[in-house]
């Protein structure tokens, strides 16, 4: 097995997994929404509320970095 077909193989696991793992950012996002408007009159629930959009927001940056670098790499060693 060549190297090209190696990296081709290992992004294409990789490009599999990245939507579930965005899917549950965005969850884990929209329960620290729902948390920060329903617990608004508490901070400590506030403060959690915002941890959690905040977490989930760095989160889906970060994955959705990753499938971009991917997608770079892949079109740059012609592994379609």
């Known amino acids: 097995m060549s190297f090209a077909a190696l990296v081709g193989k290992f992004i294409g696991l990789i490009n599999t997994i ?3 793992l965005v899917a549950i ?3 884990f996002f929209f329960i620290g929404l729902v948390r920060f408007i329903y617990e608004s009159s508490d901070s400590h629930g506030h403060a959690e509320g915002k941890e ?7 989160a889906m940056f ?7 670098i ?5 079109e740059a060693l012609n592994l379609y």
């Open 25 to 27: 950012a965005l969850v």
């Open 18 to 20: 990245i939507p579930l």
């Open 62 to 68: 970060v994955l959705v970095s990753v499938w971009g």
């Open 52 to 58: 959690l959009i905040v977490w989930g927001l760095v």
């Open 70 to 74: 991917l997608a770079t790499m892949r």
